[in-house]
């Protein structure tokens, strides 16, 4: 059995009930230290507390007992760690995946769900999930409806996992650092891409962008550079709309905390593509 399983998928908000945009499996990652995931929660040296949720609630069906630890509230994202201990009778095969989904104060914001399961034992995993969300709304305080309804992306869960979380975001918007840019770049095949602004809390630095027409592929890739010459490659956006014409690229665990940076298109081999663009903290 594998140690280390991550898998995307990206959801469509209209039709979630039934239909995935094409159940598309956009990463598939068995390697422990890779995981951006298991960083938030493994480093030692990185303090999360004040943006985390104790939870330590326990849920139980057919398939097991799943107890919801923590929660953590990013920028447009939420992250999820668990617990799953499965009865006797659940034989799963090597990969174990639980898709929540989440209302926030009510309604769905919800535009990609990753999840990634840790075996601790024969009968004990661990399940992280990063949930990407879309106009997350700006609330100090927020209701969270937390439901386990999917299992291996294809299989309902007939009675799912659900709790009800009361979270805080106060504390993560006043570390927050907003870029505004709102320039224009060519990127990949000439394509013009307004980039809107760059967001970096100490959980992630996300870059978002958008463009007229929808955009076709994914090798949208871009590099944020400090005054001293340190660089961080953005290489995995993903799409916000099912018309594919809104994108975030998201680096996990990158908190931009100067004042002045550059941004530069760079295509696959991280050769700069259009001019670089110089950001500058609100």
Do not use: C
């Amino acid at each position: 059995m594998s140690d280390d399983i991550f898998r995307v998928v990206d959801l469509n908000k209209e039709n979630r009930g039934r239909k995935k945009w094409g159940i598309v499996v956009l990463l598939l990652v068995l390697v422990l230290s890779g995981s951006s995931l298991l960083y938030l929660w493994r480093d030692r040296e990185v303090d999360f507390e004040a943006y985390k949720t104790e939870v330590g609630e326990t849920a139980n069906n057919s398939l097991g007992r799943l107890t919801l630890n923590e929660v953590i509230i990013d920028d447009n994202q939420i992250l999820l760690n668990a617990t799953f201990e499965p009865i006797k009778e659940f034989i799963p095969d090597h990969q174990v995946f639980f898709f929540p989904q989440i209302l926030v104060n009510g309604k769905d914001y919800m535009v990609r769900n990753g999840g990634q399961s840790i075996a601790r034992s024969t009968n004990i995993y661990t399940i992280y999930n990063s949930i990407k969300m879309d106009d997350f709304p700006p609330d100090e305080n927020l209701e969270l409806d937390i439901r386990y309804k999917d299992w291996n992306v294809k299989t309902r869960i007939e009675k799912p996992w659900a709790f009800q979380v009361k979270a805080s975001q106060e504390q993560l918007q006043e570390d927050r650092h907003i870029f505004s840019i709102e320039k224009k770049v060519k990127h990949v095949d000439q394509q013009e891409l307004m980039i809107d602004r760059v967001v970096s809390t100490p959980i992630s630095t996300t870059i978002y962008f958008h463009a007229k027409k929808a955009i076709v592929h994914d090798a949208l890739r871009f590099k944020i550079q400090s005054k001293a010459g340190q660089s961080w490659s953005f290489e995995t956006p993903y799409p916000l709309n099912k018309e594919r014409t809104k994108w975030g690229s998201r680096v996990d665990g990158l908190y931009l905390s100067e004042k002045n940076y550059t941004l530069v298109p760079v295509d696959m081999d991280g050769s700069k593509l259009d001019s670089a663009i110089k950001i500058k903290k609100d």
